[in-house]
């Protein structure tokens, strides 16, 4: 297409918006119906295998649903008893914030310099893309397993290579100041996943911004700024606000490697799932696991409409 | 139409067309559960005189292996000797197979046996997840078949819910050469806590950041709940009438002897040591790096398949706290149970009955090393023929073990004690309580627990 | 009409910066040396910092095949060696053998090519509808796509399983595989995040042209985004392939257990069977990394198209 076309489109597109002031409820109808037509599908799967799971789950917030014979409805006292006399609940979401805290913006920045590193047309490239994104292959039992054993204080690789370069490594899993960290960084290692959407989103900056770039002398640096990191701001916004939702609900690794979800030493990586994990189906507790998860949607969905208003400011459609 | 009344149409229209849909579902749910009052007998009445064929689901965690090969083997025995019962064997992975069974059992599609942990049955027995067996009981009585710790957890308000299949409990692994070299008798170098300090100590080579042998290190795979049982005689977190007992003198003082041990080796030394043992991977017991340790008395298998030939190893009982307070251990196991609500509980109680009868019990120990619920079949084990000295050695450690051995189902009154007494525990371990004041705050926090659940 | 519209003010794609693509900049020489040498110096660098972070992300995993290889009597062995001294290749054999290891593959193939197709086809439908399409209600809806990210999905997992269990869906592979018909959350919000940055003008030209919805979606939107379709073919694959929890719940029969199941049997009571644990980790990792290796080609042709140098 060129420049005659491209004028004739904003000469239909002018006579079109005189045009749509009198059909407006029409054209706007039968957009409607396509909108639906095209969103059918998630609101029949929603209606069809997660409504009732939820609403089931909200209503069993109050009550001391047990999930097999006990149901009766016992108004705010699983809220209650959160807030008031559950001494793990405070401990438990706390060690989830600070996995949230440090684990989002270092996984985003993480995803977006390897890929930024392996965006490039360079020999050997494809192998490199496989490397980076090998770690995020792996998940289960297995992964978290092998990192024990790597994290182990005195024959652990992590520990051997730090000691290569003069440090003496923590004991990680086994002092509660280095549990967390030890998982932001078991996190970091997979780190792949949010690399493959970047490489993805990368793909559809156009070469040529980069060329005319180089012509006035910009260098790698201000490329990435001016170019490179406005382009991928919508998957940022996307990556930051699942990776939210998604360490908020850290459950397995940390269910693996504290042995059966105990929450480590001192508690500390007894986050808030595992928190709820136990209570639901250790104590029993459905109704109060319920209640939990409702306290932890209502933060999440804060925090995710926080980042919703915050977004025209910095990403750019 | 504008957008605020669409929007609440919507609204409506959800609300409208949920709540029969969930009330629906609830009322499904209830009875579906409360259905499951039918005794047992005249639901088998139904099935069983017909004489028509009958197949069920046995479920269990062994997925491959030894244990594998005996449960097949077994099974395929039963439906050989049973015309009208076929049992089939299915393998659901270790730990997640509760999760699974509770869904089963909750969406009604249970299987007919499950394997399930010792500890909990009187948690599914009040929540109705498992059938009551007392009518089967009462037509004939195995109670006394085993271990009687092992048949009071399947007791709930003095009906029986499950039948007990295999045990454990936990004892000192030592190190044979070692001992031997220095000139020790196992007899009496781990009789006491004060023996078996002094022992480690005489084991003991190399000095503080350096070690070349480690003697022993008490909390090294075994917890400080059982230290602090063995030095209460025997008495848990919970006494029997189900008072909470966490700051007894005793717990206090066993709790201090554990601090004494975490300054002797440096917490340093002894988290380098503990990834190791905790996961089971590498192995210092094995390598010689450590001379006793304390654990499961199933780490006999490990042992058995992982240690070089010429490794030496012999089993000792938990030391005393004092001479004369006894070798009290506290140990773990598995229960056969039938799901509420299964098509075919007289025939899978048969089925039950046949696995926990005297000569399969023995058949089962005998191919995995398993310490069995039923007493005759360890008793058998122990002079068994098939078994080398070894082999005997662990049952009758094991038997004699059992009389001291103390299981602490999870309970009722506080299922989810056991992090707040880890938290103040792990606070004392930090230095950051005294161990009288860490068992006052745990003992606290339990009886504030004990009170949410009233 | 292939070509891409970026708003925002950053760059809108005009016949002039086409053409400035294919003539040459005009340089002085001694400038384009320099700027050789300077080119050469960064590859350098970049190489080692690609060799560098390699090395890094793919020690674990040497770690997990070297132990692969060990008999269980080196594993015990404390310290723990780098490098097996007994290298076990049987270890290899003995797994697949442990359990019917391909069958329980072919299984897995099965649920995750109709997981995979699902999720491509019904997300980008779905995240059309939501980028490009101006309905009343939608932003409700969207925020209940987000919503269903954000509940665990623990306290829903017993009353759902009654859900499959009350349509008579436990025990076939239906409950895994038909969700994924009906879009995710996840998949949904990042393809819409792709669909957003696509000028509106050219969904909106192509209507005036007479094209219907369902064309645009068709013939433009989904050549344009192969990336982030192979993305969410990737990742989709990736999670049907490692799903655990589903399998475990649903499946009721042996003989129709997936590889993560399988894995699950080294695992018991008292023994662990590491080497056979990680033996089998490693191979059930092998069909992700190729499919990967090899999906990276449309990555290229994607930009292609969207950079617009066919045009």
Known sequence: MDNTQQSQWRKAMSEFKTLKKRRWSKRQKKEALWGLLFVSPFIIGFLGFMFLPMLFSFVGSFTNYNVTNRMDFIGLNNFRRMFTQDELFTTSLYNTAYYVLFNVPLTTAGGVFLAVLLNRQIRGIRVFRTIFYLPSILSGVAVYVLWMQLLSPSSGLVNTILSWVGISGPAWLFDPQWTKPALILMRMWSVGGAMLLYLATLQNVPRQLYESAEVDGAGSFKKFLNITLPMITPIIFYDVVTSTIGAFQIFQEAYVMTEGGTGGPANSLLFYNLHMWNQAFVARNMGYAMAMSMILFIIVLVLTFINLKLAPRWVHY | ?454 | ?311
């Open chain 2, 1 to 454: 139409m504008n957008k605020i009344s669409w929007g609440k149409k919507m609204r409506y229209g959800l609300v409208l067309t949920a709540a029969p849909l969930l009330l629906a579902a609830c009322g499904d749910g209830g009875t579906a559960n409360e259905g499951g009052g039918d005794s047992p007998a005249t639901d088998g009445d139904t099935n069983n005189e017909s004489g028509e064929e009958v197949s069920l689901e046995f479920w269990s965690f062994w997925g491959s292996g030894p244990r594998r090969d005996a449960i097949e083997a077994i099974v395929e025995d039963f439906n050989e000797s049973h015309d009208t019962i076929t049992v089939e064997y299915v393998y659901q992975p270790w730990g997640d197979i509760w999760t699974k069974a509770l869904a089963a059992i909750a969406g009604g599609n249970a299987p007919d046996v499950i394997v399930q942990d010792i500890n909990s049955v009187r948690q599914r027995a009040e929540g109705q997840e498992a059938t009551n067996l007392q009518s089967f009981i009462d037509e004939d009585d195995i109670s006394g078949d085993f271990y009687p710790q092992l048949w009071d957890t399947v007791v709930y308000e003095d009906e029986a819910y499950a039948i007990p299949f295999n045990t454990d409990t936990q004892v000192i692994f030592y190190n044979v050469d070692a001992l031997e070299e220095a000139g020790l008798d196992p007899e009496t170098a781990l009789a006491t806590w004060d023996d078996i300090e002094e022992t480690a100590r005489t084991l003991d080579e190399g000095s503080e950041g350096n070690w070349e042998t480690i003697g022993f290190y008490p909390r090294w795979n075994i917890g400080a709940d059982v230290w602090a049982l063995n030095a209460d005689g025997g008495v848990s977190w919970f006494d029997e009438e189900g008072n909470v007992a966490i700051n007894t003198p005793e717990k206090v003082e066993a709790l201090e002897w554990l601090l004494e041990w975490q300054d002797y080796y440096g917490t340093d030394t002894i988290n380098q040591y503990e990834a190791e043992f905790g996961q089971g991977v590498a192995d210092p017991f094995i390598s010689g790096l450590v001379a006793m340790r304390g654990q499961n008395i199933n780490y006999y298998t490990n042992l058995k398949e992982n240690a070089p030939e010429d490794f030496n190893f012999g089993i000792a009982p938990l030391p005393e706290f004092e001479e004369g307070n006894g070798n009290w251990s506290w140990g773990g196991g598995f229960v056969l149970e039938i799901p509420e609500n299964t098509a075919h509980p007289e025939e899978s109680y048969e089925f039950i009955k046949y696995l926990t009868s005297p000569e399969v019990q023995e058949r089962f120990g005998l191919n995995s090393f398993d310490i069995m619920a039923n007493m005759e079949a360890n008793e058998n084990l122990m002079t068994h023929e098939e078994l080398d000295e070894e082999g005997q050695m662990v049952y009758e450690m094991a038997h004699q073990n059992l009389e001291s051995t103390v299981i602490t189902p999870v309970p009722l009154n506080a299922p989810d004690y056991i992090s707040l007494v880890n938290t103040q525990i792990d606070a004392a371990f930090l230095r950051q309580k005294t161990a009288q004041e860490a068992l006052d705050d745990a003992q606290e926090s339990v009886e504030n627990l004990v009170e949410q659940y009233q």
């Open chain 3, 1 to 311: 009409m292939e070509r891409l519209f970026w708003k925002g003010g950053i760059y809108i794609a005009t016949s002039d910066v086409l053409a400035g693509d294919k003539a040459q900049p005009k340089v002085k020489r001694e400038h384009f040396k320099s700027q050789k040498r300077q080119q050469l110096i960064g590859k350098i660098i970049v190489y080692i910092v690609l060799i560098l972070v390699s090395v890094i992300l793919l020690a674990p995993l040497w770690w997990m095949v070297s132990t692969s290889l060990k008999p269980m009597e080196e594993i015990v062995r404390f310290p723990p060696t780098f490098i097996p001294e007994t290298i076990q290749f049987e270890n290899y054999a003995q797994t697949v053998q442990a359990f019917p290891f391909f069958k329980y593959m072919r299984n897995t193939l099965f649920i995750t090519v109709f997981v995979v197709l699902g999720n491509i086809l019904s997300n980008s439908f779905i995240a059309y509808g939501f980028a490009k399409i101006d309905f009343p209600g939608k932003n409700v809806l969207f925020a209940l796509v987000l919503a269903t990210m954000m509940v665990p999905g623990f306290v829903t997992m017993i009353p759902q399983y009654i859900l499959f269990t009350r349509i008579g869906w436990v025990g076939t592979y239906l409950p895994l595989i038909v969700p994924s018909f009906f879009g995710s959350a996840f998949n949904i919000f990042l393809l819409r995040q792709f669909y957003m940055s696509i000028n509106n003008e050219l969904t909106e030209a192509a209507q005036i042209d007479g094209a219907n919805h369902l064309y645009i979606w068709s013939r433009l939107m989904i050549p344009l985004t192969k990336p982030a379709l192979i993305t969410v073919g990737i990742m989709s694959f990736n999670g049907a392939w490692n799903d655990f929890l589903g399998p475990l719940l649903y499946i009721t029969r042996e003989d129709m257990y997936t590889l993560q199941i399988g894995l699950q049997s080294f695992q018991n009571q008292s023994t662990t069977q590491w080497n056979y644990l990680m033996a089998g980790a490693t191979l059930v990792m092998i069909p992700t990394v190729l499919l990967f290796f090899f999906a990276q080609k449309y990555f290229i042709q994607g930009m292609d198209l969207t950079g617009g140098t066919k045009g």
